[in-house]
């Protein structure tokens, strides 16, 4: 995840390490939060905070998350 006005860290940084983790041939994902900066609140929306939970489960391999 990376804010496409990041001003700290330039969105085309994560555009190249996903590119080379691909090229390496590890899995990877890369998605751009349009006019977000450097975190923000644009980083806590249900629907983010989802994704990076769900990442981290499959990458450490814990179980799905309890629903209420």
Known sequence: LHGSADPVVPPQ???LLHA???AAGISSTHR???DAK???PEF???????EV???F???LRLPPAARP
Do not use: E, K, M, Y
Not at 44 to 50: E, L
């Open 13 to 15: 940084q994560s555009a």
């Open 53 to 55: 939970d769900a990442f």
């Open 32 to 34: 751009t939060i349009a």
């Open 44 to 50: 806590s929306t249900p629907a983010v905070v989802a």
């Open 38 to 40: 450097h975190g923000g």
């Open 57 to 59: 489960r499959r990458t």
């Open 20 to 22: 080379a983790l691909q």
